[in-house]
């Protein structure tokens, strides 16, 4: 199979490579806040449509998916890498939290809503906090 693979990468012509450049740039613009919503959107629409166009101008077309899932796994394995490295270097920085007896009974119930909210803070606190200059 790694030989097929290696065989259709020799053969990839230059619209299947700018096909993969743009896949793998608008998958990465797409998760990002960076160029704002309307560029999401753009994004999220360049990205299948080019990784269609690369599938479909490789032969067989199979192999194309493959290369496509190998290359979405190994950004995947390279944002962990980034992200274990900083998390490593960050952690001499990082407060022990400690509760008090006080803090705990002055808890009170939230809404669901309140809830949601915290959550999605939650959530988007990694963008937030990687976005800053």
């Given at each position: 199979m790694l030989s097929d693979l290696q065989e259709t990468l020799a053969g990839l012509s230059a619209e299947q490579y700018v096909a993969g450049y743009v896949f793998f740039g608008s998958y990465a613009l797409s998760l990002s806040s960076f160029i704002g919503r309307r560029g999401r959107r753009i994004a999220l629409t360049l990205a299948p449509a080019s990784v269609v166009a690369f599938a479909?101008?490789?032969?067989p077309w199979e192999q194309g998916v493959i290369l496509a899932a190998i290359g979405l796994l190994m950004m995947g394995a390279f944002m962990v890498?980034?992200?274990?490295?900083?998390?490593?270097?960050?952690?001499?920085?990082?407060?022990?939290?400690?509760?008090l007896e006080r803090e705990?009974?002055?808890?009170?119930?939230?809404?669901?809503?309140?809830?949601?909210?915290?959550?999605?803070?939650?959530?988007?606190?990694?963008?937030?906090?990687w976005a800053r200059p």
């Open positions: 479909a101008g490789t032969d890498a980034v992200w274990g490295t900083w998390a490593l270097l960050e952690r001499s920085r990082w407060q022990p939290a400690v509760v705990v009974e002055s808890i009170k119930p939230v809404s669901a809503a309140q809830l949601r909210r915290r959550l999605a803070d939650l959530w988007a606190w990694p963008v937030r906090h």
